[in-house]
């Protein structure tokens, strides 16, 4: 059974940082690439991060770049999202997506509200 988790949202003051955790199961974690996409109230699903399985290179989206860091640990099934400087428009629900091939998978999504 597939699965996977995000953890590690919440509450944060503008400039604090938060890390995301992103759990995988069910499926050959190395092989997927991985993704952390943000939602935002009345805007579009858009990508934060990715990290391919094998070698690790990274992507970064625009909206978020310079103040994140993606990495991953394939010991561990896991995929985190480090965040700093954050900002009031960042808060919105952060997505983990694995992907591979023909098989695309998505968590539940977490919350990130940053405010003062």
């Known amino acids: 059974q597939v699965q996977v988790v995000e953890s590690g949202g919440g509450l944060v003051q503008p400039g604090g940082s938060l890390r995301l955790s992103c759990a995988a199961s069910g499926f050959t974690f190395s092989n997927y690439a991985m993704s952390w996409y943000r939602q935002a109230p009345g805007k579009e699903r858009e990508l934060v991060a990715g990290i391919r399985g094998a070698g690790g290179s990274t992507n970064y989206g625009d909206s978020m770049k310079g103040r994140i860091t993606i990495s991953r640990d394939n010991a561990k099934n896991t995929v985190y999202l480090q965040m700093n400087s954050l900002k009031p428009e960042d808060t919105a629900v952060y997505y983990c997506?694995?992907?591979?091939?023909?098989?695309?998978?998505w968590g539940q999504g977490t919350q990130v509200t940053v405010s003062s």
């Open positions: 997506n694995a992907r591979h091939w023909m098989n695309d998978y």
